[in-house]
């Protein structure tokens, strides 16, 4: 059973498009994030969800809309896809009750905007 | 502004012998440190942490060290094993629990390993 599962793995579209990524956790966690790998290979917190309350937003431009509609659940909505939001996208998840914060993560979403 | 710098993209390590992956960063108020481990086309999975009250945390084959003054820590696999060949993150987090923080990534080193 996989932890924290996230789909499509695949996401080719253009320019233009609207597409969601969506993600899954079955740890019972209460906080999930979503993080971007760009070609640089940075891994770049986006997004943190805790108890259905956004707490981070990283500078990401307002065409990136996370939902969740319960706490085992984060979609990634994007508006308007450009050119440059390719990147490897990865949902994680942890629970806050720990003293340090380890998250666990999907194997990741790998949008191609063509 | 990288505030974790993993300087090596890369380290050949012999079958058997230590590996050492090294790790720096800016910011004093990190309190947690934690090294990531990927293989391609999977999510990071977590291997060890440090918190920055301690200078050595030790799990099986891997030990972590943190010379907090030098703000460097660094990874050791002894003894290195194919299975470790991947790519190693090391990681941040800015508070001790009760903060919903994002990790900040250090931009990972290429492990490989050679029978």
């Known amino acids: 059973d996989t932890a924290v599962s996230q789909t499509p793995k695949y996401l080719v579209t253009q320019m233009g498009n609207d597409k969601s990524i969506k993600c899954e956790q079955n740890?019972?966690?209460?906080?999930m994030y979503w993080y971007k790998q760009d070609s640089k290979k940075f891994l770049k917190i986006m997004f943190s969800y805790n108890n259905k309350e956004l707490i981070i937003n990283e500078t990401v431009p307002n065409r990136f809309s996370p939902k969740s509609p319960d706490k085992a659940h984060l979609n990634l909505h994007i508006n308007s896809l450009e050119l440059g939001d390719s990147a490897v996208y990865f949902c994680a998840s942890s629970q806050l009750a720990g003293v340090v914060n380890i998250q666990y993560f999907g194997a990741g979403t790998r949008l191609s905007v063509l | 502004d990288q505030q974790v710098k993993q300087n090596s993209p890369s380290l050949s390590v012999q079958e058997g012998r230590i590996s050492i992956l090294n790790c720096d960063y800016t910011?004093?108020?990190?309190?947690?440190f934690l090294w990531y481990k990927k293989y391609p086309a999977e999510g990071p999975t977590f291997l060890i942490s440090i918190s920055s009250i301690k200078d050595k945390n030790e799990d099986g084959r891997f030990t972590v060290f943190l010379n907090k003054s030098a703000k460097h820590l660094s990874l050791h696999i002894v003894p290195s094993q194919p299975g470790d060949s991947a790519v190693y993150f090391c990681a941040a987090s800015g508070k001790s629990g009760g903060g919903a923080d994002g990790l900040t990534f250090g931009k990972g080193t290429h492990l490989i390993i050679q029978p």
């Open positions: 910011n004093s108020m990190f309190d947690y």
């Open positions: 740890l019972g966690h209460d906080t």
